[in-house]
């Protein structure tokens, strides 16, 4: 399953291809890595990839999948923003990649796409119904504006963090 990793203004995808053992394969954005990670104790982890050894400790942040990230040179507030918290994002009418598209939290299937492209749609519209685990639920226009492009088809199977609907908002 893919997470998004949040460091200041930067959103990466990180993928778990592979395990075993110590050593992880991972792919960050289109980049794949091969990683041996050992829990040294509680929250301090060593790290080591290409010969070079990183330490690094995380520590929990004011909320639940934030954390403060120290190596021995620095220092990173992190959110691992995972399908729960993207699914809780997108119903609370937050957006992935701008302000302005709608991306699934979650495998599942499309039941109804009610708008076409080229459709005014006011803020809290819905544009698109989706089925994932025997629920469907309804995602809405973040902004004002005009259906860009639809990039789903009605009974279409998706995937987690695949692209719906682009919205492009009106000139303010």
Do not use: C, W
């Amino acid at each position: 399953m893919p997470y998004h990793i949040k460091i200041k203004n930067r959103i990466s995808k990180i993928e778990i291809l592979e395990h075993n053992n110590t050593i992880y394969k991972i792919r960050i954005g289109e980049k794949n890595y091969t990683v041996d990670v050992t829990k040294v104790e509680e929250g301090v982890y060593s790290l080591i990839h290409n010969g070079k050894s990183i330490n690094m400790e995380m520590i929990e942040a004011e909320t639940p999948n934030k954390y403060i990230v120290n190596t021995r040179n620095s220092n990173y507030k992190v959110e691992i923003i995972d399908a729960k918290a993207r699914y809780k994002a997108l119903n609370k009418g937050a957006i992935d990649d701008g302000e302005n598209i709608i991306v699934s939290p979650m495998p599942g299937k499309v039941v109804s796409i009610p708008v076409n492209v080229g459709n005014k749609v006011n803020k809290g519209d819905t544009v698109i119904v989706i089925s994932a685990m025997k629920m469907e639920s309804e995602y809405k226009a973040p902004v004002d504006g005009i259906v860009s492009k639809i990039y789903v088809k009605t009974d279409q199977t998706i995937d987690g963090n695949q692209k719906l609907v682009e919205i492009e908002p009106f000139n303010k």
